[in-house]
């Protein structure tokens, strides 16, 4: 359901780019005839005729805005097959996007110091409300050729060590950490495996376990396996309404338990992988609402409200000692 209601809501994003388009140069002829009694090329209709045509056009944008409002409303009652298809959308906010939209001052650091530099993870030192962070997550791309480069935000051994390095530099100067999760998975190619694939991650679970520094994690698409789980040992996880977090995806859980990739949606309901459902279990601490159809159709109310998010949960930890902050982050896993 939700993919055809996207695709609708798609077409009706072309038209009003194109009438908008039209009805932004019909203002601007109107405008220039008003001023002057020039015309440029092109222009020789007469200022009714163009009022006329760009009445039509008005109404023809409102009417589409409507339409697309009616479409977006039926994106209520979503199943978790439909929050996986959600939170797969490539034109979802990635963490660049939050990045500037978040933070300032943001200075990206390179390579992890040992044998190469990973791009499906992204990271460095900003600023969030004047406080210096350091800021990493999983980087999918926004192009097929940053895809591609990125390997859709899996990461090699590489890509862990540097945020291991980039967390540990953040330890030695007090600085919080804020991770975005967005991966369907750690890279699974023999490169991986042969550079130590296991041991990067099971050393960044250990590593992160230990910081004395507050940390934040936010999965704002796919978290899946222990790709996600990597940078996701933390004080607080927000979770925003339609990403996912789970062991793996619901198409390698159909194939495991049932030997049936195809029987993947009956796998998301078992598999309790939506906000809702880990928010229940206590394993996220906030969920962040989205517009309706998913964080594409309105990012900048997506990055208020996760900007609000973040500043709420990091007063509190920022006031803890760091022997505070790890005893806390302990509790909390424990627990789960």
Same mark, same amino acid.
């Given at each position: 359901m939700i993919r055809n209601i996207l695709e609708q809501a798609d077409k009706v994003d072309a038209k009003l780019a194109v009438l908008s388009k039209s009805a932004k140069k019909h203002t601007i002829m109107l405008t220039r005839k008003a001023l002057t009694s020039e015309s440029k090329d092109g222009?020789?209709?007469?200022?009714?005729?163009?009022? /006329?045509?760009?009445? $039509?056009?008005?109404?023809?944008?409102?009417?589409?805005? *409507?339409?697309?409002?009616d479409l977006l409303e039926q994106c209520r009652d979503l199943t978790p097959a439909d929050r996986v298809v959600l939170a797969r959308l490539s034109n979802r906010p990635h963490i660049t996007d939050f990045i500037d939209a978040l933070f300032t001052d943001f200075?990206?650091? $390179?390579?992890?110091?040992?044998?190469?530099?990973?791009?499906?993870?992204? +990271? +460095?030192?900003?600023?969030?409300?004047?406080? !210096?962070?350091t800021v990493l997550g999983h980087r999918k791309g926004s192009t097929v050729e940053e895809n591609m480069a990125c390997r859709f935000g899996m990461p090699c051994p590489e890509g862990y060590r540097k945020a291991m390095r980039l967390m540990g530099q953040a330890e030695k100067f007090g600085r919080p950490i804020i991770t975005f999760i967005d991966t369907p998975g750690a890279y699974p190619g023999m490169e991986a495996e042969e550079h130590g694939q296991g041991e990067a991650i099971?050393?960044?679970?250990?590593?992160?376990?230990?910081?004395s520094v507050p940390v934040i994690a936010v999965v704002t698409?796919? *978290?899946?396996?222990? +790709? /996600?789980? /990597?940078? @996701?040992?933390?004080?607080? &996880?927000?979770?925003?309404?339609?990403?996912?977090?789970?062991?793996?995806?619901?198409? *390698?859980?159909? @194939?495991?338990?049932?030997?049936? @990739?195809?029987?993947?949606?009956?796998?998301?309901e078992l598999m309790k992988l939506t906000a809702a459902d880990l928010y229940e279990n206590g394993i996220v601490d906030e969920v962040i !609402?989205?517009?309706? +159809?998913?964080?594409?159709?309105?990012?900048?109310?997506?990055?208020? @409200?996760?900007?609000? /998010?973040?500043?709420?949960?990091?007063?509190?930890?920022?006031? &803890?000692?760091p022997k505070e902050i790890t005893a806390d982050r302990h509790?909390?896993?424990?627990?789960?």
């Open positions: 222009e020789n209709a007469s200022s009714e005729d163009i009022s /006329a045509l760009l009445e $039509k056009e008005r109404e023809e944008i409102l009417h589409l805005q *409507g339409l697309k409002k200075f990206e650091q $390179k390579g992890d110091h040992l044998y190469d530099e990973d791009p499906s993870i992204f +990271g +460095g030192i900003a600023l969030f409300h004047g406080i !210096p962070v099971a050393r960044s679970l250990a590593f992160m376990s230990h910081l698409g796919e *978290g899946n396996s222990g +790709g /996600a789980l /990597a940078l @996701s040992v933390c004080n607080r &996880m927000l979770m925003l309404e339609n990403a996912v977090y789970s062991v793996l995806s619901p198409e *390698g859980f159909a @194939s495991i338990l049932w030997k049936d @990739s195809s029987r993947h949606e009956e796998a998301c !609402p989205e517009p309706r +159809g998913g964080a594409q159709t309105d990012p900048v109310s997506v990055y208020r @409200s996760i900007e609000d /998010a973040i500043a709420r949960h990091l007063t509190p930890l920022m006031k &803890m000692s509790k909390k896993f424990r627990k789960l």
